[in-house]
T-cell receptor
């Protein structure tokens, strides 16, 4: 069974700094999908970034980028020039594939505080 | 499109009461699922469905029932609520077999006293 581990329950950084959230996962699959979701205080789940395992290039979305290390089964999220609006719970997630019954498995989350 | 809607947004139950959390989507998604979110536990899958008439258990199904009579609706039933079911519940949907993108509802905060 696949598992997703986020080792940092909570983090705080100053506004404008860069922060990296860690995620490791365990799978025997070769092709799969990895995600980072953001959950602000509004509780809404927002997809921040995704990575397909067959792609070697790390995904980037504006200030958000990932460091995908397939052999190490590591998928960290880097937030550059952090903003107060980045304060949220962040979940790392894994999906085995796009088959009809493939499920998204979530880590336990990292609560990120951006300090003014 | 309304996306994924959930009702109610908040609910307080007494132990032993029953209730149904409603979930609907208007995107014609085949796949729908229910998660519960607890502090320090992330989101855990309760039940999921890959189409009308087809449901299956997730990681934490005990105490919950589901059915899927239409593509649009996927209600979650608590037959006899327990304090351990105090949680935030999310419904989600996606096209199955074609895309990774999963759409989440706004969540229901349930308190069982």
């Amino acid at each position: 069974a696949q598992t997703v581990t986020q080792s940092q329950p909570e983090m705080s950084v100053q506004e404008a700094e860069t922060v990296t959230l860690s995620c490791t996962y365990d799978t025997s699959e070769n092709n799969y999908y990895l995600f980072w979701y953001k959950q602000p205080p509004s509780r809404q789940m927002i997809l921040v970034i995704r990575q397909e395992a067959y792609k070697q290039q790390n995904a980037t979305e504006n200030r958000f980028s990932v460091n995908f290390q397939k052999a190490a089964k590591s998928f960290s999220l880097k937030i550059s020039d952090s903003q107060l609006g980045d304060t949220a719970m962040y979940f790392c997630a894994f999906m085995k594939g796009l088959n009809r019954d493939d499920k998204i498995i979530f880590g336990k989350g990292t609560r990120l505080h951006i300090l003014p | 499109n309304a996306g994924v809607t959930q009702t109610p947004k908040f609910q307080v139950l007494k132990t032993g009461q029953s209730m149904t959390l409603q979930c609907a989507q208007d995107m014609n998604h085949e796949y729908m699922s229910w998660y519960r979110q607890d502090p320090g536990m992330g989101l855990r899958l309760i039940h999921y469905s890959v189409g009308a008439g087809i449901t299956d258990q997730g990681e934490v199904p005990n105490g919950y029932n589901v059915s899927r009579s239409t593509t649009e609706d996927f209600p979650l039933r608590l037959l006899s609520a327990a304090p351990s079911q105090t949680s935030v519940y999310f419904c989600a949907s996606r096209y199955s077999g074609r895309t990774y993108e999963q759409y989440f509802g706004p969540g229901t905060r349930l308190t069982v006293t």
